[in-house]
Structures are given as structure tokens and as C-alpha cells.
């Protein structure tokens, strides 16, 4: 039925609900599981010790799912890009793919009604985006 479950995290309990829902999604359908940490570098140039401490800051995160995917049964390959997020998760993903993000990242309340990431794959992915409900501050299974 899809390609591969595409699980993009920032790291927030929030976005964990998910990969989590994703996760499950790729255990059903026996179809391999991808996470992505996007490290978003914008405008600014980084020094070496900020590359370092972002990419094991995103190590770090992608470990967490690749463990609980082996918990499950799933396959679950990482992979860290930089650049803009939804612009990098949006190429990487193939028309037979599915995308499970949550509604809300570490942006919070800033983007009130749905983070700005989720809303703007929803507008530019060509592949299947299942948006998981997920509130800041609410308590994560």
C-alpha cells in the first residue's frame, strides 16, 4: 500500500505521538519506517561546535525511535538533513509514501491551531500526510 512511514521529529514529547502513531501504522502494514530530524539552520551560519552539538543533539533522538521501532518490530532506518523542514521532508518523500506527523512540535502555542511545519507539508507533500493530534503540555502513552 505505501512505500515507507516517514516519522519526522523535533525531539518534543509532543511530535513523539507521531512517530509513535506511525510507527504502529508501519508494524500493520509490515512497511519499513524512515525518521527524520531536520536540523533548521535558516539564515545563520554555524559555528563547528553548534553542528556538533545539533547533530548529536538529533542523534540522540532518532536512537529513541530506532529503539522503540525494534521494540515494535519495525524496521526504522534515520537520517538527519538540514534546511528548512517541511521543504526537506516534502522532497525526500515519494508519491507511495505516508507521512505521520503531529500536529504540534516544540513551536507550542506559538502556532496555536496546527504548527507551521505540519501545516505547510500538508501544502506541499505529494504523498498521503496523516496529522495525529497532539497538544503541548499534554501527557504523551
Given at each position: 500500500m505505501y512505500g515507507k512511514v516517514i516519522l519526522p521529529t523535533d525531539g518534543s514529547e509532543t511530535s513523539m505521538k507521531g512517530v509513535k502513531e506511525g510507527l504502529r501504522m508501519a508494524k500493520f502494514l509490515d512497511t519499513p519506517a524512515v525518521v527524520i530530524h531536520v536540523i533548521e539552520i535558516g539564515d545563520i551560519s554555524l559555528t563547528e561546535e553548534m553542528e556538533k552539538n545539533l547533530q548529536s543533539y538529533a542523534r540522540k533522538i532518532l536512537e529513541e525511535v530506532e529503539e522503540l521501532g525494534k521494540d515494535m518490530g519495525v524496521d526504522v532506518e534515520s537520517k538527519i538533513m538540514k534546511g528548512t523542514p517541511y521543504k526537506e521532508i516534502s522532497e525526500y518523500?515519494?508519491?507511495?509514501?505516508?507521512?505521520?506527523?503531529?500536529?504540534?512540535?516544540?513551536?507550542?502555542?506559538?502556532?496555536?491551531?496546527?504548527?507551521?511545519?505540519?501545516?505547510?507539508?500538508?501544502?506541499?507533500?505529494?504523498?498521503?500526510?496523516?496529522?495525529?493530534?497532539?497538544k503541548p503540555g499534554e501527557k504523551q502513552e
Open positions: 518523500a515519494e508519491e507511495e509514501d505516508v507521512i505521520y506527523i503531529s500536529s504540534h512540535g516544540k513551536s507550542g502555542f506559538r502556532d496555536l491551531f496546527m504548527g507551521s511545519t505540519t501545516d505547510r507539508l500538508l501544502k506541499h507533500a505529494e504523498c498521503t500526510v496523516s496529522v495525529v493530534k497532539g
